[in-house]
């Protein structure tokens, strides 16, 4: 069955600390990835996609991802965070052997202390 | 219009009665999707339109739960005979085209569903 995994559901950083949060995947076939987040009080946004190419994909504030296709993951990473950056974030996957809906993980709930 | 919008943003019902949301996409975006969010737990998929078809019903819990939508417009979810576990956030989203699943969903805020 496709599915999404998020190693981590709460996450908790001080400010300049480094950030990696884990995704895997359950999916045949061609895949897109995605990355979504969403701040305190706003809606689900996009931060980062991959569709194809270069398998390091840079997104906004400066998070960037990287698509493993042999360990089925695409983990989330930024070098430092910010107390901005205190968000829920949310790993999906969509592809053609599932008519191309769109498959979100548990997410990851991410509190960055000033 | 600029956003997706949906309505009501809250809504509070009794067991066994029916509710009904509301979702206008952007203008223009031709797939639109229906999650649901429960507290604590990820975007659960529901049904997804590529214009006014559902080729994608398979997430839909029950058949308490349907939904349909007029053109490349606005969309209804219903759920009738609300049980307390239907209490949970629904989700809309929109995007350009579905079929290639190169696109990008654009959210709404959600409605919150309460079921006493």
């Known amino acids: 069955a496709q599915s999404v995994s998020q190693h981590n559901h709460h996450v908790i950083l001080s400010e300049a600390a480094s950030l990696e949060l884990g995704c895997n995947y359950s999916?045949?076939?061609?895949?897109?990835l995605f990355w979504y987040v969403q701040y305190p009080g706003q809606h689900l946004q996009l931060l980062l996609k991959y569709f194809s190419g270069d398998p390091l994909v840079k997104g906004i504030k400066g998070f960037e991802a990287e698509f493993i296709k042999s360990k089925f993951s695409f983990n989330l990473r930024k070098p430092s965070v910010q107390w901005s950056d205190t968000a829920e974030y949310f790993c999906a996957v969509n592809g053609n052997t599932g008519g191309f809906k769109t498959i979100f993980g548990a997410g990851t709930r991410l509190f960055v202390k000033a | 219009g600029a956003g997706v919008s949906q309505s009501p943003s809250n809504k509070v019902t009794e067991k066994g009665k029916d509710v009904e949301l509301r979702c206008d996409p952007i203008?223009?975006?031709?797939?639109l999707y229906w999650y649901r969010q429960r507290l604590g737990q990820g975007l659960e998929f529901l049904i997804y339109f590529q214009g006014n078809s559902a080729p994608d019903k398979s997430g839909l819990p029950s058949d308490r739960f349907s939904a349909e939508r007029t053109g490349e417009s606005v969309s209804t979810l219903t759920i009738q005979r609300t049980q307390q576990e239907d209490s949970a956030v629904y989700l809309c989203?929109?995007?350009?085209?579905?079929?290639?699943?190169?696109?990008?969903?654009?959210f709404g805020a959600g409605s919150r569903l309460t079921v006493l």
């Open positions: 989203a929109s995007s350009l085209e579905g079929s290639s699943g190169a696109n990008v969903l654009t």
């Open positions: 999916y045949g076939g061609t895949v897109n």
């Open positions: 203008s223009g975006h031709t797939a």
